[in-house]
């Protein structure tokens, strides 16, 4: 009952839906990281994973440059969200 109440939003496409159906990243040091419960945090559904808006989005927040956030996305292992 209580996990119907945690609803999230996509940082990309705004989208609403349960916390357990989004990735929740963060950038640490400039690097893409899952949230180890330590500082900010920002949620991602799995349709916006590839989009050019989260690209644009992670290099303002990694402070990294396009191209090195699409090598961190290749690299990074989404398969670990629910």
């Given at each position: 009952m209580e996990n119907e109440k945690l609803i999230r939003m996509c940082v990309v496409c705004r989208k609403r839906d349960k916390q357990y159906l989004l990735n929740r990243l963060q950038c640490i040091e400039n690097q893409l990281k899952t949230f180890s419960g330590e500082g900010r945090s920002f949620y991602v559904c799995s349709e916006c994973i590839n989009s050019k808006k989260f690209i644009n989005f992670l290099s303002k927040k990694?402070?990294?440059?396009?191209?090195?956030?699409?090598?961190?996305?290749i690299r990074f292992p989404f398969s670990i969200s629910h």
């Open positions: 990694c402070n990294k440059s396009k191209e090195e956030i699409k090598k961190l996305i």
